[in-house]
């Protein structure tokens, strides 16, 4: 293992017709291609005769201690393992002299900047990393002992700036211009990890930063980002995952740009697996969706966000469009503004799935937040699609190994009672003693079976509802109760301003009978229960969740599955 050293303060590039004192330190010119320049990229040269360049450049030495002439000047080859003689450009030292397990120390006071495309590619393999740290010059000498973060890395300009290769890196802040270029990591077969580290997009309609993207089915790549900071310039600029992705901790950079979506979807044939959890967003605009929606054609993965800060007042979408295509989807969990650790959000091809607040079975459904109850249930919305919605599994530990029913209360405004091809429950639990074995049961109508409509339900859906009011605009699906039909829930289907009194039609309402108020129509929801018997051979967890399969349905699920 070798180690290098980089700092910008230390050289400059070599120019034509100039006056250089003795001690001064020169790399050649980044627009200098003469035959060789690789090689001689990768020293740095120190001016041990002062004098004047040539009104051209030498052929220089690329063994160390060797010398050229150069005009009046001479200069001698260093290599780049002392801060005096320190390398300039990162991509000349990774790109050309390192070896795989070899170390790049970038001072804290480094800050490289180009007008051109920049590829950083270090020689790392993924069981033998190179590593690219900041560090405190001032400590540990040309053996630097103490990370530090400032150092800095950009181009500007339509151009991009890219960083391949297996390497572990700090601290070090990267910036992608002004152009349409992309700020990419990790475009082939590698591994790289960034802790503390910086990644901002300058102002245009394309740019992208890509991680883990190989372009391929057949190559994979992993890219996690600890702690890091991003900006973005423009509305139409993304984040864009690729193969493994993970994103821990970190922050949005304030003065930035808020994209309309931060994730983009993948266009390639790559899967994509994105885990994001920690990560603050609270510097972006309150309308910010997630993730980019729409056609994830040729892919396959998740995108899974968790326990991270929105911007105040969100009100933007998981999804800035429905997912149109087989094999993904996207899951936010406790995403908010505030400390509502129970949020829920699932997005994919078949629907979506989400807590809510406002309608729920009324009495202990729900969860405890800092000691107060939060009641709430799983709102599942089905696509037009004919793939079953699945919901969320409910967990909880049985203690009973004779025979039991498990139930889960549902409520929706369907035109008629749904039955079991329609709507059914799926229970897991212990079918052999000593084994960690689970059975699957299922309410679901056999294929060849006529489907034989769930349960009625007498449940109290309306303790978190408003009561219905006199003279007041109601908008389509707006929900409230009537005192006149306790426990009943009563859902707007035609807008309007609601009687000056109460109509009589309220009282003791059916489920699924309609009542004109006023220019308003409301009906009364459905209530159902979906029940599963079964007895499990051990005390254990079970689990049970409820699938949707009937086409644009909404359908209201307790939060708690009961199991007597």
């Not at 063994?63 to 005009?71: A, E, L, N």
């Not at 300039?88 to 397990?101: E, F, L, Q, S, V």
């Not at 890395?153 to 339509?158: A, E, K, R, T």
């Not at 969990?333 to 091809?349: C, F, I, K, Q, R």
Request: aromatic share 8%; hydrophobic share 35%.
């Amino acid at each position: 293992m070798a180690d290098f050293l980089l700092r910008s303060t230390s050289s400059t590039e070599r120019q034509n017709s100039t006056a250089y004192a003795l001690g001064d330190r020169i790399v050649i010119a980044r627009a200098d291609a003469q035959s060789g320049f690789a090689n001689m990229r990768k020293y740095v040269y120190e001016c041990t005769t002062a004098g004047t360049t040539a009104g051209s450049a030498p052929i220089y030495p690329t063994t160390p201690g060797g010398t050229v002439s150069d005009g009046s000047v001479v200069w001698t080859c260093r290599e780049c393992q002392t801060w005096a003689n320190a390398a300039r450009y990162a991509d000349y030292i990774a790109n050309n002299r390192m070896a795989a397990g070899d170390r790049l120390f970038a001072s804290q006071a480094h800050a490289e900047t180009s007008t051109v495309s920049l590829t950083i590619t270090f020689p790392g393999t993924v069981t033998n990393p190179c590593y690219f740290l900041c560090v405190d010059d001032s400590i540990g000498g040309n053996s630097p002992t103490t990370v530090s973060t400032g150092a800095s890395v950009s181009n500007s300009g339509s151009v991009t700036l890219s960083v391949n290769g297996s390497v572990i890196g700090y601290g070090v802040a990267f910036t992608c211009g002004s152009g349409s270029g992309n700020l990419s990591l990790n475009q082939t077969a590698n591994i790289q990890e960034w802790t503390l580290c910086d990644f901002v997009l300058g102002a245009s309609a394309t740019q992208l930063l890509i991680l883990s993207a190989s372009g391929s089915g057949s190559v994979s790549a992993e890219t996690t980002l600890n702690n890091c900071r991003y900006q973005f310039g423009n509305t139409a600029s993304r984040i864009k995952p690729s193969n493994i992705v993970s994103i821990q901790g970190g922050s949005i950079i304030s003065g930035g740009t808020t994209p309309t979506s931060i994730f983009s979807r993948p266009t390639s044939n790559t899967p994509v697996n994105l885990s994001v959890s920690g990560l603050d967003f609270s510097n972006l605009g309150s309308t910010v969706n997630l993730v980019e929606g729409g056609s994830f054609s040729g892919n396959n993965g998740a995108m899974i966000l968790r326990n991270s800060k929105l911007p105040s007042s969100w009100s933007g979408s998981l999804l800035s469009a429905a997912i149109t295509t087989i094999g993904f989807n996207v899951a936010a969990y406790n995403l908010d503004y505030a400390d509502t650790n129970y949020s829920v959000w699932l997005e994919d091809y078949s629907g979506s799935v989400r807590h809510d607040t406002a309608l729920y079975l009324s009495g202990t459904d729900g969860i405890k937040l800092n000691g107060a109850a939060v009641p709430l249930c799983y709102k599942m919305t089905a696509s037009a699609n004919v793939m079953p919605l699945e919901g969320l599994w409910r967990v909880i530990v049985n203690e009973v190994t004779t025979s039991q029913t498990a139930t889960l209360e549902i409520i929706h405004n369907e035109a008629a009672a749904l039955n079991d091809g329609e709507i059914w429950l799926e229970l897991e639990y212990p079918v052999t003693g000593g084994s960690a074995q689970f059975a699957r049961l299922t309410d679901k109508s056999n294929l060849l079976a006529t489907p034989a409509t769930q349960t009625t339900s007498s449940a109290d859906w309306d303790d978190g509802l408003s009561e219905r009011a006199n003279s007041t605009v109601y908008a389509v699906g707006n929900i409230i109760k009537s005192s006149g039909s306790p426990g009943s829930a009563f859902i707007c289907t035609v807008s309007g301003t609601s009687a000056g009194s109460v109509p009589g039609g309220y009282t003791s309402a059916a489920d699924g009978a309609s009542i004109t108020d006023g220019s308003a129509t409301f009906k009364a929801m459905r209530r159902q229960k979906l029940q599963v018997p079964f007895t499990a051979a051990e005390q254990g967890v079970i689990r049970a969740r409820a699938v949707l399969a009937k086409s644009n349905a909404v359908v209201w699920v307790a939060s708690k599955l009961a199991v007597a």
